[in-house]
């Protein structure tokens, strides 16, 4: 029977007893590794590393062989099914990501394919399977995508945007379009995320990045609706003794820390918060887990600092079970190594107080 | 006595019985309006308007003369306090603010002039007297200023930032620095200010557009914090009879919606709140007054999307007093004017029926 070295993370999102706090990093594998840097300089650009299933797993492991982290992510990227949808995703350096076709009236849309993760998402899938091989049962491996609302901003503004005009522009005046679209990306995540399940995927994250820009009835019907319509085609599996046969879903959505009752009772598994939200105010704790929230600028500072911040972050969850400790956003690309080691050592260190079993 | 035609602001402001809400727009004098356009096109730059009091009051007064607006908000910039400390404010199309010179270390903060309103920013003190005159009683002019915070995230970022980390990188090490600074950033806010009230203005708004960044804790002792600094310092003076004889100030932290209970117990009159807020949540209504909340996007609908969203923010808000009408941003550039007409109205309109007196 497959079993986990380091199966802390799966507990803590099953709201299970741990002996300390697990804790990953988003965007762990990334710039501010130099190996990483290294690699990127020779595969030439951030796409060929995604499409390589060899070079997604080596950059998924780099952090694990630096830092005693608790769950590997698979390095990919959220915008994975509209490029597979056939938009063209790329980046421009210091731009984000960008379209080479935008999404624009209703046609648009209806001719949109819902992709094959096993054809057009192939190498997300053999990436999976490969890092999963790799990880020989250390700690568990995430899945993940971006929610609909979040492609759909990059698919309907043809990249970042600060106002987001073009998609809320859609929003108010075609709605039908915009709900046609959200729906088959909906239907898409789903069909890719069960697929990166079937491929290894122990546990799976929908990034919301940008549902934390509507309004309070448009986050409902635009954004969490279409994580819910996701989360009832998921194949989870059932709970068990053997805490793998479970695939725990976070859902995160940036600035959506004024929706966390709402967010709670779509059925995920847990919610990540940034560092907006305290902590100690969160909802249902110890029934629904929760990953969060240091802001990731207290890397900068010195380890003093971080060692009272990690504090502050572990005294406001207190005593319940359920906490994954995580950076609110994903880490900066120009934060010295030994910080991210200490943060690292800190959380697991002073946590252990928290817990008693 | 000075007397005002149309008080309704100022009295939703002290919560205060008005037979309808009044209403009034962010960034109301700016680029959607034609008029606008062919002025800034003869001015040449945004800061040469700004600078020229008889520019400045014209374009104040723009749309009050095609609208039935409640109130006035003198033509200026958010940044104009640094730009007079000798920081360089300029504009380059489609970027947002930049300055010439940013803030690196302590002896550059230690060098910061606090500025004489009546001298460097004496042409913001013209412009609200010939404003003021201008508007003859009609309707309150309203003053403002960015937030300490707010300002020191441009004036170390020099311009515009996507993740701040050049302020957070000095937040979390070298906080003394930070603090010594927003000290320095909030005298001079309530120096000229309180030279913005000599010169007429009504109402004062604190805008507090970057305070959402920060986390929980830091959004207190950073931003929050050194606006009450400079509320202690406003000479407001006394409520009475004379509607027009205090002047209450609005503080507007967009992203704030987390915090409202810290920003009331402030001491403000009023808070601004964006869209992402319910506004039947709103703690206190009726006590303190509320300004927003309207997302800008909503004005690209048709009319009939327009007629049931003021309906739904209306509605949320309910029967209390102490409800001023706003976008919960500045109004978008390409918004039809009709749109504008229509949203008037209809606030007008509707909120009769939340008003009895």
């Given at each position: 029977?497959?079993?986990l070295?380091?199966?802390r993370y799966?507990?803590?999102?099953?709201?299970?007893?741990?002996?300390?706090?697990?804790?990953?990093?988003?965007?762990?594998?990334?710039?501010?590794?130099?190996?990483?840097?290294?690699?990127?300089?020779?595969?030439?650009?951030?796409?060929t590393?995604?499409?390589?299933?060899?070079?997604?797993?080596?950059?998924?492991?780099?952090?694990?062989?630096?830092?005693?982290?608790d769950?590997?992510?698979?390095?990919s990227?959220?915008?994975?099914?509209?490029?597979?949808?056939?938009l063209?995703?790329?980046?421009?350096?210091g731009?984000?990501?960008?379209?080479?076709?935008?999404?624009?009236?209703?046609?648009?849309?209806h001719?949109?394919p819902?992709p094959?993760p096993?054809?057009s998402?192939?190498?997300?899938m053999?990436?999976?399977?490969?890092?999963?091989?790799?990880?020989?049962?250390?700690?568990?491996?995430?899945?993940?995508?971006?929610?609909?609302?979040?492609?759909?901003?990059y698919?309907?503004?043809?990249?970042?945007?600060?106002?987001?005009t073009?998609?809320?522009k859609?929003l108010?005046?075609?709605?039908?379009a915009l709900?046609?679209?959200l729906?088959k990306?909906a239907?898409?995540?789903?069909?890719?995320?069960?697929?990166?399940?079937?491929?290894?995927?122990?546990?799976?994250?929908?990034f919301?990045?940008?549902?934390?820009v509507?309004?309070?009835?448009?986050?409902?019907?635009?954004?969490?609706?279409?994580?819910?319509?996701?989360?009832?085609?998921?194949k989870?599996?059932?709970?068990?003794q053997?805490?793998?046969?479970?695939?725990?879903?976070?859902l995160?959505?940036k600035?959506g820390g004024?929706?966390?009752?709402?967010?709670i009772?779509?059925?995920?598994?847990?919610?990540?918060?940034d560092?907006?939200?305290?902590?100690?105010?969160?909802?249902?704790?110890?029934?629904?887990?929760?990953?969060?929230?240091?802001d990731p600028?207290?890397l900068?500072?010195?380890?003093?600092?971080?060692?009272?911040?990690v504090?502050?972050?572990?005294s406001e969850f207190?005593?319940?079970?359920?906490?994954?400790?995580?950076?609110?956003h994903?880490?900066?690309?120009d934060?010295?190594?030994?910080?991210?080691?200490?943060?690292?050592?800190?959380?697991?260190?002073?946590?252990k107080?928290?817990?008693?079993?």
């Amino acid at each position: 029977m497959y079993q986990l070295k380091n199966d802390r993370y799966l507990r803590a999102l099953q709201c299970l007893p741990v002996d300390y706090t697990p804790v990953w990093m988003m965007r762990q594998a990334g710039r501010y590794l130099p190996e990483y840097r290294d690699l990127r300089a020779k595969a030439g650009d951030f796409m060929t590393m995604c499409q390589t299933p060899d070079l997604a797993c080596e950059v998924t492991l780099q952090p694990l062989k630096r830092f005693d982290l608790d769950a590997a992510i698979i390095f990919s990227d959220i915008l994975t099914i509209p490029d597979a949808m056939g938009l063209g995703l790329y980046f421009e350096t210091g731009e984000g990501p960008k379209f080479k076709q935008s999404i624009q009236c209703l046609s648009d849309i209806h001719q949109l394919p819902i992709p094959d993760p096993e054809q057009s998402l192939r190498y997300v899938m053999d990436a999976i399977r490969l890092t999963k091989k790799e990880l020989d049962g250390t700690v568990p491996l995430i899945g993940f995508s971006g929610s609909p609302w979040t492609l759909a901003t990059y698919m309907i503004e043809g990249g970042s945007s600060k106002a987001f005009t073009k998609i809320k522009k859609m929003l108010y005046s075609d709605p039908k379009a915009l709900h046609l679209l959200l729906e088959k990306l909906a239907n898409s995540v789903a069909i890719y995320l069960n697929a990166q399940i079937e491929a290894g995927a122990q546990s799976i994250m929908i990034f919301d990045t940008w549902g934390g820009v509507l309004s309070h009835q448009s986050y409902q019907t635009f954004s969490l609706d279409y994580m819910k319509l996701i989360l009832s085609q998921l194949k989870q599996g059932k709970k068990s003794q053997n805490i793998t046969s479970y695939v725990p879903v976070t859902l995160f959505t940036k600035g959506g820390g004024l929706w966390l009752e709402n967010i709670i009772n779509s059925g995920c598994d847990a919610i990540g918060v940034d560092w907006t939200v305290d902590l100690s105010n969160v909802p249902q704790k110890g029934q629904i887990a929760v990953q969060g929230n240091l802001d990731p600028s207290v890397l900068y500072a010195d380890k003093q600092i971080i060692e009272a911040n990690v504090d502050a972050v572990l005294s406001e969850f207190g005593y319940h079970n359920g906490h994954v400790f995580n950076l609110g956003h994903g880490i900066h690309q120009d934060i010295p190594l030994e910080h991210v080691q200490y943060l690292i050592d800190a959380v697991h260190r002073q946590s252990k107080r928290f817990h008693h079993d």
